[in-house]
């Protein structure tokens, strides 16, 4: 095989992939908005079927003589072919690291988590998930053991799902946030609080819908490329730069709640709608991590959406939606949407605390990960780590270790995600700022210089390059998580005062 | 390979076809609700991989070594492993007939010809369809030809939609209905109209969204079996008796036209969600063929919902969602919803004219494939053809030829089967006032009665036995249009008093 046939072969090959994951997604997709509950049943057939094709297409040994080809030949090879060649070899070797019956058990062992999480939330029982976590727990820890025997487990928990990341660095960058968060919280909590009750008008769903689409327009996403539905827990999914979707929930006297989830996801969105189309229909295709993806969606839900100039330039369109709000200021809705106070839902933090809940998860993850907690013990170290950071009395299972749905997908490694991509963030918009008049740009209501900010140094490149890479890119420096205090600390003085 | 080896590798073959055909479903239903627009280019990329796999599933050697050790113990099989044996070897012979390739080519035109007839229909502009129905001829012309190479083209089209159909039982049946209905049409076009002001109310979108759920209950469709999604086109979409979808399209001005297609779709629901779940992922599930499943439609649309007891049932819900209504009688709905005039759109024609447009349809067909008009001639011959049976001037080629979608999808010889199904139906209703107090029933508001029967003789045999079994089974005797025929008069008898 030459060099020209195994690159065509391996064209031909991630066409086949896209195609089986782009109807995996679909079916999800269709599953969380439109279908009927026993959908389910025949749902659960046809994935099994697909994920099995799948995983037959990656494994196979014509696909392996590729990646073989392509090695032999690494130096003939231009950068973006190497990439996919190192791309696929780690995954291949994740996926041969188990036969496949264990391999296709542990896919359907996540649809079943997935099922035992949700009844386990809705009746607040943490035992009917309990028997799943211990399995998803049992299967990381033996992917990490037979993919990389060589590092710990848990920093090849972190790798998944941003490259490059160990618990050295994590905790790093933990240490260095505790530092002046821990002091910031607790001069907030002795600032007066602000006012909220703006954000419990009563905002007609007919109406949030139609603030959703102002959003969309205001944060530029193109409708003919992106759509958006309901679903309980909003996500962003995506197949092409010419298909992407977001979801978001409403409730009638919590409209914040929404709108910063169209923007959080409308984030996600923007960058797999500014992924180079050449990339498409090959693994180089989607945003490159978890990190850099929610540093995306943060920025846009957080350093744009929460901003004093985004609010000013929204506010029309939210009297008209809802005349009672007229009743506040801008400045109200400002204040109520940066009001900062320990909780107890990680998604609905606000940006001070958010670490914080990031942190409980990252403690917990490590002892589950090497084995110094069971799962028995779990609930009670998560309200213990509540109470010991947050301050906060977990009332129950549903609002306390059940939460989130990560551990049910076998996310384990996942959350520090969050954390870095609020602090990469808060360093692009002070390399932002370098550039252009910031505030004044979001003030304008038109937001075309930052997307092409981010489409240019981040977005285009997709998966081709590496996070480290994309990182440098976008900074020019390396990454600081000063930026994100003094941001931090600036927002709570603007807010609070203090 | 021995028999029960070979029925064990059939179940996982057809299990497999069912995933691709699934997730093929799924991403139409999608593309037609949800999507954005541009996502018919990722679209077309995983339909055309999927579809390809979906060939060589079907046509491999290993499928067909299944085929011919089923085949040579053929006195050993069960009824529905024959039934499975028949319909598969039909389907292999309809696959052979071409090479890959020029499969392919044709299921990449159906695509193709979907958009163009969109296209064509929004401008009205015939000239923009007429290359690609050029090329569905032909390519309809060559399978007959390669297929059944000893019957007649035509005869192979309709054998497709209603198995057993040939032109000369189409021309016996349409020579019956001739025959009463066009003096019919004469006595109600000579009497008085009735007013039909009720249809043209103003029925708000979510007040017209409430009415669909109360139907649907009014129907006894399982709402977690079975959703309900909104497009241009309205449709029914089915995977498994756990899965279907019907959908509808609202028009302020114009509700009976979105609850009848609800109640239409709602029919053909029924069908499948009523089908034994032991033939799911076999190629036994599903309604046998569309003259009985356009029975089932028609029958709830028709004889069901454009009663006087449907109506008077139904009209409190009517009056509470849209007041106005509340100026207007039972009776008066019950006589607008059954308006007899000839008209345009087949889709929005009343009962009696109905079989009028199907045989346009059909006369056009039946030369279109033997040869006896080119594609250029069509929209003339369209027009004349209106004229002559229904008497009324086609404005434009979007009220003419282009209002149906069925061409585009290469349905040749699919239209008989709404006019079959629906002298199936009133059969059907003969012989439930045999056993049910049938009027009686509709108007108590509780269908249960008319599902069992059409559950027991028609629903759950799903497509393991002929239609014309089937028929059999329900009518106990032959098929006769006299029934169909009697109906119509009697209701237009108490509509117009004629």
Redesign the interface.
């Known amino acids: 095989m030459t060099v020209q046939e195994a690159v065509n072969k391996l064209d031909e090959l991630e ?2 992939e ?2 089986l994951g ?3 997604g ?2 999800s ?2 599953g969380a ?7 389910y ?3 659960g ?2 994935m099994g ?2 994920a099995g ?1 799948a995983y037959k297409l990656t494994t196979d040994k014509s696909a392996v003589a590729i990646l073989d080809t392509l090695r032999s030949h690494a130096d003939e090879l231009d950068d973006n072919t190497i990439r996919r060649l190192e791309l696929r070899e780690k995954n291949l070797k994740e996926m041969r690291a188990v036969p496949i019956e264990q391999y296709v058990e542990y896919t359907e062992l996540m649809n079943e988590a997935d099922s035992a999480w949700h009844e386990a939330k809705e009746k607040s029982d943490y035992a009917i998930f309990e028997p799943y976590l211990r399995r998803v727990i049992d299967f990381t820890k033996l992917f990490a053991e037979k993919v990389n025997p060589d590092i710990a487990p848990y920093d090849y928990c972190l790798d998944k799902y941003e490259e490059g990341l160990t618990m050295q660095k994590a905790e790093a960058f933990f240490s260095a946030l505790r530092e002046r968060i821990v002091p910031l919280i607790a001069r907030v909590g002795a600032a007066e609080a602000p006012d909220e009750s703006v954000a419990k008008v009563l905002f007609p769903i ?1 109406k949030q819908r139609a603030l959703s689409d102002i959003l969309m327009d205001k944060l530029g996403l193109p ?5 958006i ?1 309901e679903t309980e827990h909003p996500f962003t999914t995506n ?2 730069p ?4 977001i979801t978001t929930h409403y409730h009638e006297k919590a409209f914040l709640s929404s709108m910063y989830s169209v923007i959080h996801e409308g984030g996600h969105a923007l960058y797999e709608l500014g992924v180079d189309p050449k990339f ?2 090959t693994c180089l295709s989607g945003g490159v991590t978890m990190g850099i993806h929610e540093s995306q969606s943060r920025f846009f839900e957080n350093i744009v959406g929460r901003s004093r100039g985004f609010i000013d330039n929204l506010y029309p369109d939210l009297v008209r939606l809802c005349p009672e709000i007229g009743k506040y200021s801008a400045q109200d809705i400002y204040r109520a949407a940066n009001k900062a106070q320990p909780s107890l839902i990680r998604t609905e933090a606000d940006e001070v605390t958010y670490p914080l809940h990031i942190m409980v998860r990252y403690e917990m993850e490590k002892k589950m990960i090497n084995g110094e907690v069971n799962t028995a013990e779990l609930p009670e170290m998560w309200n213990a780590y509540y109470k010991e950071y947050l301050g906060v009395t977990v009332p129950n299972d549903r609002e306390g270790i059940l939460q989130d749905s990560h551990w049910s997908g076998a996310g384990i490694g996942y959350f520090p995600s969050y954390a870095l991509g609020s602090a990469y963030g808060a360093q692009y918009l002070a390399k932002m700022r370098e550039e252009m008049d910031f505030d004044a740009v979001v003030a304008s209501g038109d937001l075309a210089p930052i997307r092409a900010w981010l489409g240019e140094k981040i977005w285009q490149y997709g998966s081709s390059k590496s996070p480290e890479w994309i990182l440098k890119n976008a900074l020019g420096a390396p990454f600081d998580p000063g930026y994100y205090l003094d941001y931090l600390e600036n927002k709570m003085k603007d807010v609070y005062g203090i």
């Open positions: 066409l086949k896209f195609a782009h109807a995996m679909i079916l997709y269709d908005t439109a279908a009927p509950k026993k959908s049943i025949p749902r057939k046809t079927c697909l094709e007919e409708r003919d490329r992106c759509a539905g197949f092409t010419d298909d992407v979707r498409s229909f």
